[in-house]
C-alpha cells in the first residue's frame, strides 16, 4: 500500500493525501449512513492535515447533506435573497441556470467566479464548507482552491511587519461592488452590516497565520480606498499564484468540504455556461471570530 495512504482504526475507509499542498480523498465512507463519533473525529483531524477532503461517490439528499454537515457544526444561513426576495434555505443550490431552469452564461450572480473565502462579512465567518456535485458540464466548470498560509508565509518579511496589525472592513454591500453583480438591498445591508476582521488571521486549529482577503473585503482601516485596494490586491494576487492553487475537477457524485479560515476558492468558466448545466448543493458550517 502506497505510504501516504492513512487507513484510520476507527472506520473501514482510506485517507490519501494528493500530491502538493493541500486535499485528500477519503475513500470507503458512505455519507448518508449516520457516522460513529470516531470516524467524525478522523475527518476532521484529516480537515485539519488537508484543509480540503474530496469524498467520491457519494449520492445524498439535502436531508442527508445536512445531517453529515452538522456532524461538524452549527449550519450557517446566506444573506443573499433569491429574485423573489425570500431567503435561501439551509442547502444552497449552486448553479449557472435562468429563472426557467436554462442554462446561461449570465446567471443571477456571479460571486463564486472571484477569489473569496465563504461568508467573511459575517462577524462571525464560516468554518467549513460543503459542496456537492449533483449536475455537471462534460468538462470543465472546475473549482480552484488557494493556500492562503503558504500565501503569508512566503511573503518578504518586510511586508508581515507591516500589515501585521492591519484590520479590514469586510461587507456583502463591498463585495456586490468588487464583483459587478446588482447592488445588495437595504434588506440585505441590514442583515449584513460592515464587519472587521484582522488582515492577518491565525487559524484557531494549528496555529499558522494566514492572509484573509478575497471579493468581500472593503478597505483598510486608518487606509484610504486607493491604497486599500493596491494592498489588498496586491496580496491576493500573491496567493492565488498558480503554485499555491490546487484545481479540482469535479466527478459526479463528489462531495468537497474546505476549511475557509486558510483557503480562498473560485470556480471556472471554463465551459460552454450556456449550453451545459452545473448545479451543486452547498451547506456551510459557521466558525468563530478571527483572531
Known amino acids: 500500500m502506497d505510504a501516504h495512504v492513512n487507513v484510520p482504526q476507527d472506520g473501514n475507509f482510506t485517507i490519501r493525501p494528493l500530491d502538493g499542498l493541500m486535499g485528500a480523498k477519503i475513500e470507503g465512507l458512505n455519507l448518508s449512513a449516520t457516522l460513529e463519533a470516531p470516524v467524525v473525529h478522523d475527518i476532521l483531524d484529516a480537515f485539519l492535515a488537508h484543509h480540503i477532503l474530496i469524498f467520491r461517490d457519494q449520492d445524498l439528499s439535502k436531508e442527508a447533506q445536512v445531517s453529515f454537515t452538522e456532524n461538524f457544526g452549527e449550519l450557517e444561513g446566506h444573506v443573499h435573497r433569491l429574485p423573489n426576495g425570500k431567503k435561501l434555505p439551509p442547502v444552497h443550490i449552486v448553479n449557472n441556470l435562468d429563472p426557467e431552469g436554462r442554462p446561461t452564461a449570465k446567471p443571477h450572480t456571479t460571486g463564486n467566479y472571484h477569489w473569496h473565502t465563504d461568508k467573511s462579512y459575517h462577524a462571525v465567518p464560516s468554518l467549513a ?15 480552484l482552491f488557494a493556500n492562503t498560509t503558504r500565501g503569508y508565509e512566503t511573503l518578504p518579511e518586510e511586508t508581515k511587519q507591516r500589515i501585521e496589525d492591519l484590520r479590514v472592513i469586510h461587507s456583502w454591500e463591498a463585495s456586490r461592488r468588487n464583483t459587478g453583480n446588482a447592488p445588495a438591498t437595504e434588506a440585505e445591508k441590514k442583515d449584513r452590516p460592515p464587519v472587521t476582521h484582522p488582515l492577518v488571521r491565525t487559524h484557531p486549529g494549528t496555529g499558522k497565520k494566514a492572509l484573509y482577503v478575497g471579493m468581500h473585503t472593503s478597505h483598510v482601516e486608518g487606509m484610504s480606498e486607493s491604497e486599500s485596494r493596491a494592498l489588498l490586491d496586491s496580496l491576493a494576487s500573491h496567493t492565488t499564484k498558480p503554485e499555491f492553487v490546487y484545481t479540482h475537477t469535479w466527478r459526479p457524485g463528489d462531495l468537497v468540504m474546505w476549511d475557509n479560515r486558510c483557503l480562498l476558492h473560485r470556480a471556472d468558466t471554463n465551459y460552454d455556461m450556456d449550453k451545459h448545466r452545473r448545479i ?12
Open 129 to 143: 464548507t460543503l459542496l456537492h456535485a449533483r449536475e455537471l458540464p462534460p468538462t470543465g466548470g472546475d473549482t
Open 280 to 291: 451543486l448543493y452547498r451547506t456551510v458550517v459557521r466558525g468563530s471570530l478571527p483572531f
